[in-house]
């Protein structure tokens, strides 16, 4: 039998791929699904299963893109879903040595579903579930997707899904969730990647509560982020999403080029935060490469086309897989010529200072009447704050510029000066005087300067 983890980089996606006797199923595929087919060519392997744990929210789900380059069979959880079928509670799916058994769990959803791996060179025994969004490494699904009205509803029915369904599995049962850390979908998803049913009730605070009133309680008492992206995933993930056939490989403008399309258009850059504030297109909007899975669906709108501007060709095409796998298919074109060769056919060049933390630290301490920004986390802001900062999560930031007073430099703070980059390039486009800490508080506790809570 093989069983194969496919990561998605950035949104902490995790699929699968379990093979046998020459069939394969697929858990959960992303959209841009050519690893699969590789994976199965190299194993002699035929798709002929692909199975999905929820319709997911945060990102574009690639089943039905798989099923029309394989032919495989879609079998999802009770929702009407626009394509595939819904897969009954125990029916099973046969792959040789490798048998997957459908186990509803409702709670993070109300169509959730788990699938049991059962491996007959083991007699049989369930060796793996395949928990979706069920159960995480150190964690459990949230229940708040659908409304505070439902959250207690769906809080219940987890409560159920995991003490009556998961757990009654076995201890040595290996569980494989479709996220890892820094993933939307939970709140404090473990960096450890490996576990089990029996690891999980040992270290998994979430199944300590011994009630179901308890444990209800404490989902109501969740503030987890809901990214604005996750309706638009929703929705296209009921449906199925357009196909691709191939990723889109955006054209290399010239600057006369891209400064036509650039009307309606969005300017993404994703360029690290030195070189953005260094030099950038007027009116573009700095999103780091390393965090564009997370922030993209918060910052961009759907009805507009995209143009990038990159490094080169790799962080284009890398673009591009983020962009898709979020729903973003309307992609321009990309800036060619770069930064300096934008600047040296005469275009205008934006720009703002960086600082370092202790340069922040003095400036304030000698007088200067900075505004000093943090577009963190809630989460992050209550575990250690700068003194007399103010707090807009930068999900936030461009519905809440009133409070950001103009006529002061606002210094954007965030952990690194990733997320400072792209607060800081909202505010400088609406005319904000601003200016970016690199280094963020992480620098800022380094440097021996306090937090405080």
């Not at 699904?141 to 369904?165: C, F, I, M, P, V």
């Not at 009630?211 to 929705?235: C, I, N, Q, S, W």
């Not at 501007?309 to 897989?321: F, K, L, N, P």
Request: hydrophobic content about 40%.
């Amino acid at each position: 039998m093989l069983l194969k983890k496919i990561k998605a980089e950035g949104l902490a996606h995790l699929s699968y791929l379990v093979g046998s006797d020459g069939k394969a199923a697929v858990i959960d595929p992303r959209r841009d699904c050519g690893i699969y087919l590789d994976i199965a060519d190299e194993e002699n392997l035929r798709i002929t299963h692909i199975l999905e744990t929820h319709r997911n929210e945060d990102y574009v789900t690639g089943s039905r893109e798989l099923a029309s380059l394989t032919g495989a069979e879609v079998l999802h959880g009770p929702m009407d879903i626009g394509y595939g079928r819904t897969v009954n509670d125990g029916e099973a799916v046969d792959l040789g040595q490798a048998t997957l058994r459908a186990l509803w769990t409702p709670g993070h959803t109300p169509e959730s579903t788990s699938y049991v791996l059962h491996d007959r060179s083991a007699g049989g025994q369930a060796v793996g579930v395949f928990t979706g969004d069920t159960l995480f490494v150190g964690e459990v699904g949230r229940t708040d997707l659908l409304g505070k009205e439902r959250t207690a509803e769906l809080a219940s029915n987890l409560y159920d899904s995991l003490h009556r369904r998961l757990l009654p599995l076995g201890d040595e049962v290996i569980i494989y969730p479709a996220h890892g850390a820094g993933s939307h979908c939970g709140g404090s998803i473990s960096d450890r990647e490996e576990s089990t049913i029996g690891l999980e009730v040992a270290n998994n605070s979430a199944l300590r509560f011994g009630t179901r009133e308890e444990f209800v309680a404490m989902k109501l008492g969740e503030e987890l982020e809901r990214p604005y992206y996750f309706r638009r995933m929703e929705d296209i993930n009921l449906v199925g999403a357009p196909l691709l056939g191939h990723l889109p490989r955006p054209a290399a403008l010239s600057s006369g080029e891209f400064a036509a399309a650039a009307k309606g258009a969005i300017m993404l850059d994703v360029r690290p935060p030195a070189a953005f504030s260094g030099g950038h297109v007027p009116q573009s909007i700095s999103i780091p490469l390393e965090v564009l899975p997370n922030y993209v669906g918060w910052m961009l709108d759907y009805g507009r086309p995209v143009l990038l501007i990159t490094d080169g060709q790799e962080a284009s095409d890398a673009a591009v897989r983020t962009l898709v796998r979020t729903g973003y298919d309307d992609i321009a074109g990309r800036l060619g010529d770069g930064v300096e060769g934008w600047a040296k056919t005469g275009h205008n060049v934006g720009a703002f200072p960086s600082v370092a933390p202790r340069e922040l630290h003095d400036r304030i301490s000698g007088g200067e009447d900075l505004f000093v920004l943090d577009v963190r986390t809630s989460k992050e802001w209550k575990e250690g704050r700068v003194e007399g900062s103010t707090h807009i999560f930068v999900g936030h930031l461009a519905a809440c510029m009133d409070r950001v007073p103009r006529g002061r430099t606002v210094a954007v703070l965030c952990s690194s000066g990733v997320r400072g980059s792209i607060g800081a390039s909202i505010l400088h486009n609406a005319g904000y005087d601003v200016l970016n800490v690199l280094g963020g508080t992480t620098g800022w506790k380094r440097s021996g300067l306090p937090l405080f809570r």
